[in-house]
C-alpha cells in the first residue's frame, strides 16, 4: 500500500500555474516533516520545499523562492505544493516525501516516499 500519494501534475505553459497534493494515508506521518522534491531526466532529485507538520515552519530552494508555496492541512493529512509562474526548467517528475530534518536536501534521510508526478511546462 503506497503511503504517500500525489496527484496534481500535468502539463502547462510558462508562467501558469498548478497545484500539487500529496496525501498521507496515516495520521502516524503527522510526526515528521514533509518535503517535496524533483528530478529531471538524467539530473540527480533535488529538494524544492519543505514544511513541518507541527507548526508549518518551512523551508524552500532558492530556484523557487517567491513562486512555488507549500502548505499542509492537517485534517486531510495532506500537503500542497502551489506553483506559480512556472518556467520550462521546472519541468521534472515531483515527489513528496516524508522525513525528520525540515529542509534537509538529503534524499537519505526521508525514509517515505510518493510514487512521483509529472510537470511539464513548455515555452
Known amino acids: 500500500q503506497q503511503q504517500l500519494v500525489e496527484s496534481g501534475g500535468g502539463m502547462v505553459q510558462a508562467g501558469g500555474s498548478l497545484r500539487l497534493s500529496c496525501t498521507a494515508s496515516?495520521?502516524?506521518?503527522?510526526?515528521?516533516?514533509m518535503g517535496w522534491f524533483r528530478q529531471a531526466p538524467g539530473e540527480e532529485r533535488t529538494f524544492v520545499t519543505g514544511?513541518?507538520?507541527?507548526?508549518?515552519?518551512?523551508k524552500y530552494a532558492d530556484s523557487v523562492k517567491g513562486r512555488f508555496t507549500i502548505s499542509r492541512d492537517n485534517a486531510k493529512n495532506t500537503v500542497y505544493l502551489q506553483m506559480n509562474s512556472l518556467k520550462p526548467e521546472d519541468t521534472a517528475v515531483y515527489y513528496c516525501?516524508?522525513?525528520?530534518?525540515?529542509?534537509?536536501?538529503?534524499?537519505?534521510?526521508?525514509?517515505?516516499w510518493g510514487q512521483g508526478t509529472q510537470v511539464t511546462v513548455s515555452s
Open positions: 496515516e495520521r502516524r506521518f503527522s510526526r515528521y516533516t
Open positions: 514544511i513541518r507538520w507541527s507548526d508549518g515552519i518551512t
Open positions: 516525501a516524508a522525513g525528520d530534518v525540515l529542509g534537509s536536501t538529503r534524499t537519505y534521510e526521508y525514509p517515505y
